[in-house]
């Protein structure tokens, strides 16, 4: 007789959920000059990561599902980072090539997408990864932490089970967007180190270069 499926706990899916439904709503936005991926990736894109978060949320957090869903983002989160690093490239060269006839409404909306979509994308990566994901943080795994919150230190003022949501993770991502450096959380693994970076990387560019130039083309 087969043993039943393993259930392990797990957070709400509805906000990483959400967080995926505004990033494809911004890439939407985004000029088709602008616009790296084409259209039916990203809804692509979306489908193929609600369906796996479904699962998880429909049965209990199974295995299968958990794995399924930790693997499509991880890579799916990696494409749309170098699409993020293209779109950008692209902008800068229309502002430097053709800055004179830039439109400002469409830089300044298309930094807000790019920016809003590089943080959203990055909190979902940080939270599939840290601590080997979701699953592993649920069920008190011995895997490395990349990031050391500042809950822990004061423990006699959380729950016994507290340990980082989507929401933490999204914070983090919103601080390294703004900041350009750690804030409440601090990276303890090489590769925490390197996404920051690169995440900080790509929201100074959208800010500093291309949003300075659509303020600057904004008609007095």
Sequence with gaps: MSEPAQTIPHESRWPPALAILVGLFLMLTLPGHVRVLPVWFSYLAAVAVLVPMAGVALTKGKTLWLGVERGIIILLATIYVANTIAELADMIGVVTLHGSGSNA???????????????????????????????????????KADWMFPQPGTPEDLPSDWRPLFFDYLYLGFNTATAFSPTDALPLTRRAK??????????????????????????S
């Design 105 to 143: 409404f469409s830089l300044l909306s298309s930094s807000v997408a790019i920016w809003v979509a590089n943080v959203l994308t990055f909190s979902l990566l940080y939270w599939q990864i840290d601590r080997g994901g979701p699953y592993a943080r649920a069920c008190n795994s011995r895997a």
């Design 194 to 219: 390197m996404l920051m970076m690169i995440e900080s990387t790509i929201s100074l560019v959208t800010m500093v270069v291309v949003l300075s130039r659509a303020i600057n083309v904004i008609p």
